[in-house]
């Protein structure tokens, strides 16, 4: 990973160690405290950062009692704790940021973060880890916000999730004012796309999803959750409150639903409008050119191998991508902890048949409030479920359609599903209203690009770089 860490003491300054000439250094890092007050500031210089790194922060506390260099005698006090430092940190930082001196500057109160605690510097038993990220492999969480003030180029990023200020759940914000993105790890990545006799609990459809090796071309950060009422309606106010379950109690965090591919993307409406299929960019009044324009990221679509390939969270021959296996194809205990599907909430029971839940309904039927189920063992939730998840690609019916392989690159569209004019777009995921069997990674299930219905929704990816 091009990362490099440098620790301190506040007494002591640890050496610089040679990188590689595209990995950013850091040294120098100082940490003090007020004579007065318990605001704790962090300094630091940075090297092979021509264009600028991203830093993140931790804080380390001996637990031995007897200060070494080993790191083992070193444990981290936790995101949690830190989250709340200001300055030169959480983001991109660049020469602007520094003094004249070239010091870059952190501030932070641990009196507000970590109740209970008190920092003591004098006897060398507290430590600030500062990490800079190459701009090509930034931290595993980018955290972007949306909302009416939002400024261009100005998202976050964070190591982990327990660093997110507040907490990912505990925290509304990532649900409503902000997006939550996870780093995919997937460049060069070959692995088994399609479903496999493990799957044995479902009906397989042979010619959909057909096992085959798939080659993945770049990293990309894929969202947390599916875009949810109160991010669309920041994002397109000129089409307010689009879904069908939009209960006062608890819309803003319910997935968005009844959308269509071509107004996420293409139009400002249903439309079609082929002069922004891709490769070409979203259309500038669309959700996603919006999205754009406020935040200064290429947000898309994801491929559909993308989007299999974060759902498994790289278990190619696993149905959940935790590795669990498939039971049932209608009600599936294992699916039961990850996703709202027919039965386990998404439809009213009468007898023996199941109604559709009224549009007042809350989160307890229909869609469920994103986050509600357990995520996959990358940190990703409601892949399975909720709502159907519209992905860039026209839909084919044979996936093996290139020779057995998907090649994500841009550069290079014939050698992606996207690269063929279709008359529909895939969607991925199964919804509330399906029976397990369509709520799995592996399946695959397509509309035409002006359609809309309430259980159709979507997420967004951008590019690592």
Known sequence: MNTKVMMCCAASLAAAALMASDTPEVFNVLMSQASTGRRVTITYELDNAPNGAVVTLDVVTNRTGAVTNNDADWVSIGGAAVCNANGAVWRKVT????????????????????????????????????????????????????????????????????????????????????????????????????????????????????????????????????????????????????????????????????VSYNEIRNSANHSANAAHNWPAGPNPNSFLGKLRTRTGIDFDLPFEAQWEFAARAGNGDTKWGDGSGVLNSDADANLNQF????????????????????????????????????????????????????????????ITAYGGSVNINPAAPANTLSGAAGTSRVKRGGSWSNAAGYCRPAFRDADVPTNYAINYGFRVICPVE
């Open 339 to 398: 996703g709202r599907y027919m039965y386990n909430g998404g439809k009213v029971q009468n007898g023996t048949s199941y109604a559709q839940p009224a549009a007042t309904c809350g989160a307890t039927n229909g869609t469920a409030i994103v986050g509600s189920y357990a995520p996959n063992s990358w940190g990703i939730y409601d892949t399975a479920g909720n709502v159907w998840e519209w992905c860039l690609d026209w839909f084919m019916e044979s």
């Open 95 to 258: 020469s602007a940021d520094a003094d004249v001196n070239g010091k870059y500057t952190i501030t932070w109160r641990p009196e507000l973060s970590w109740e209970g605690h008190k920092i003591e510097l004098a006897n060398g038993g507290v430590r600030a880890v500062v990490t800079a990220w190459a701009l090509d492999n930034p931290p595993d969480y980018m955290v972007v916000d949306v909302s009416a003030a939002a400024q261009p180029n100005t998202q976050k990023y964070y190591p982990a999730a327990d660093f997110l200020p507040g907490g990912l759940l505990g925290n509304p914000n990532y649900r409503t004012g902000m997006l939550v993105m996870r780093k995919i790890m997937a460049k060069d990545v070959t692995w088994m796309m399609g479903s496999t006799t493990l799957e044995g609990g479902t009906t397989r459809n042979a010619t959909r999803e057909t096992t085959h090796q798939v080659t993945l071309t770049n990293n990309y950060y894929f969202g947390v959750f599916p875009v949810t009422q109160a991010q669309w309606e920041l994002i397109q106010p000129s089409r307010l409150a689009p879904s069908y379950y939009k209960n006062a109690a608890d819309r803003a965090m319910r997935p968005v639903e009844t």
